[in-house]
């Protein structure tokens, strides 16, 4: 939840997982919207206003891990774009020993073109490929990155259901988390 952005070296220029969250060309924010408005709102944690969609809730980095968990416990569904950043490896590990993994869908964010989002470059491949080590440093199994959007869920005795879905259709989205969910009997 506090995804800053950092330098990745002199590595290609690309971006956050979070940036998703604010470009309007892809408008990742607004599509989940769109996308889970048939199971109730959706929330997060940051400053209200700093992106269009998701309600926000106000927090400080006093308080935002117990706001999270809250969100978490009362969450019919629960969306993560994981990192191997400290705060997003806290939420994995609440997520986990909380007994909330069933009702989370991960989100693989394809790289973006360059020079889409004028941010600071951030190695979104070697990051996940940290997070994939941290995971299994869990007792959980990511996927490698592949550079696609990707759902997946993360089932019982290490299984794991991906669906493949289009940033840009809401539908996409939707379908690919019901799908998901489904096989996942949240």
């Known amino acids: 939840m506090t995804d800053e952005l950092f330098e990745a070296g002199a590595q290609a220029a ?3 997982p979070s940036a998703y969250l604010k470009d309007p060309n892809y408008r990742f924010e ?22 269009l969609g ?7 980095e006093d308080d935002w891990k117990s706001a999270a968990a809250k969100l978490a ?10 990192s191997s950043r400290p705060g997003t490896l806290w939420e994995i590990d609440y997520l986990l020993h909380g007994g909330f993994i069933r009702k989370t869908t991960f989100v693989m ?12 470059p951030f190695a979104l491949k070697d990051d996940w490929a940290r997070l994939v080590i941290e995971a299994r440093n869990r007792g959980v ?12 869920c993360l089932g019982p005795e290490h299984s794991l259901r991906t ?9 996409s989205l939707r379908n690919g988390i019901r799908r998901l969910t489904k096989k996942m009997d949240v």
């Open 109 to 120: 964010p394809a790289t973006p073109p360059q020079g889409l989002f004028r941010r600071k």
């Open 73 to 82: 416990e009362m969450a019919t569904y629960i969306i993560c774009i994981p």
């Open 141 to 152: 199994f990511f996927p490698d990155y592949q550079n696609e959007n990707l759902l997946f």
């Open 163 to 171: 669906e493949k879905f289009n940033l840009t259709s809401y539908r």
């Open 30 to 51: 607004m599509q989940l919207v769109k996308a889970m408005r048939w199971s109730g709102p959706v929330i997060g944690l940051g400053h209200p206003g700093e992106a």
């Open 14 to 16: 690309v971006i956050s």
């Open 54 to 60: 998701i309600g926000r809730i106000l927090t400080n």
